[in-house]
């Protein structure tokens, strides 16, 4: 059974950093492409970024120059490092698996920036 579990969330200010991390087990994680979503109160959830098996990244460009996608195959982990945080980056972040004709989602993470 394929688990994903995200660390990291919590209370920062605007303009500090925080790093997510995504913790995958019950799958080879190195040959799928992950992702991480968000969801803030009253929106729809959006995806932030993605990061294929072979490492190549795409970002939505809320977050461009700001957000940094990264995975460690040794690990089974994914991260997203967080810079430069905005109130409105306030949100539920999920890690997401894709897999062939499936998607797994972790439990998500909370993520408030205060101004």
């Known amino acids: 059974q394929v688990q994903l579990v995200e660390s990291g969330g919590g209370l920062v200010q605007a303009g500090g950093s925080l790093r997510l991390s995504c913790a995958a087990s019950g799958t080879i994680f190195s040959s799928k492409t992950m992702a991480w979503y968000r969801q803030a109160p009253g929106k729809e959830r959006e995806l932030v970024a993605t990061i294929t098996s072979g490492g190549a990244t795409n970002y939505a460009d809320s977050i461009k120059g700001r957000f940094t996608i990264s995975r460690e195959n040794a690990k089974n982990t994914m991260y997203l490092q967080m810079s430069s945080l905005k109130p409105e980056d306030t949100a539920i972040y999920y890690c997401?698996?894709?897999?062939?004709?499936?998607?797994?989602w972790g439990q998500g993470t909370q993520v408030t920036v205060s101004s």
């Open positions: 997401n698996l894709k897999g062939v004709g499936y998607s797994i």
